[in-house]
């Protein structure tokens, strides 16, 4: 398993431990949260940076990038729902862009084994939802804003992406 996939694996390893650290009360939990969900950010920079720049884009790369960010962000934005840090329809926004883009995912894979790359739109909603759900996880109520940029990026995000699918699906 080459650097670009340990990186990958380590976020989606990092998700319990995120968990636990969120939901049990103890000072500055909510900080250190923030900063393990920061750390989970920049492994996703930064194993996309390492796999292209030397050369480990791999396979199990290309799908276990995006199922690491889909369990990411749906935890994420789950846990700070049920905190009532967020409203619930953030949490609705997100969870389902992810599960359309999954689903579109898993058809097209299993219909043409031809992954679909993430657009710019893909790309600035989840820089976007990272920031975002940092903000709230450490409160930082000025950068709480980048949601009204995070929700409509999402949106088109999942319409792109869903466009993209169809395209892809009907001229293979």
Do not use: C
């Given at each position: 398993m080459n650097m670009a996939n340990r990186l990958t694996l380590s976020r989606i390893l990092i998700i319990p431990i995120f968990l636990y650290i969120f939901f049990v009360q103890f000072k500055?939990?909510?900080?250190i949260a923030g900063v393990i969900f920061f750390?989970?950010?920049?492994?996703?920079?930064?194993?996309?940076?390492?796999?292209?720049?030397?050369?480990?884009?791999?396979?199990?790369?290309?799908?276990?990038?995006?199922?690491?960010?889909?369990?990411?962000?749906?935890?994420?934005?789950?846990?700070?729902?049920?905190?009532?840090?967020?409203?619930?329809?953030i949490l609705l926004v997100v969870v389902c862009r992810e599960i359309i883009i999954l689903s579109g995912a898993i058809f097209v894979y299993l219909n043409k084994a031809d992954i679909i790359n993430p657009s710019k739109f893909g790309k600035y909603a989840t820089l976007f939802l990272?920031?975002?759900?940092?903000?709230?996880?450490?409160?930082?109520?000025?950068?709480?804003?980048?949601?009204?940029?995070a929700i409509p990026l999402t949106i088109i995000s999942g319409i792109d992406y869903c466009i993209k699918a169809y395209n892809t699906f009907i001229n293979g």
């Open positions: 500055y939990h909510l900080l750390l989970s950010g920049l492994t996703d920079l930064f194993d996309g940076y390492i796999a292209r720049t030397y050369n480990q884009v791999s396979n199990l790369g290309k799908l276990l990038d995006p199922l690491a960010d889909k369990l990411t962000m749906v935890t994420v934005f789950t846990a700070l729902a049920i905190n009532q840090l967020i409203p619930i329809g990272y920031i975002t759900a940092f903000s709230y996880i450490v409160r930082w109520e000025f950068f709480q804003y980048f949601v009204f940029l």
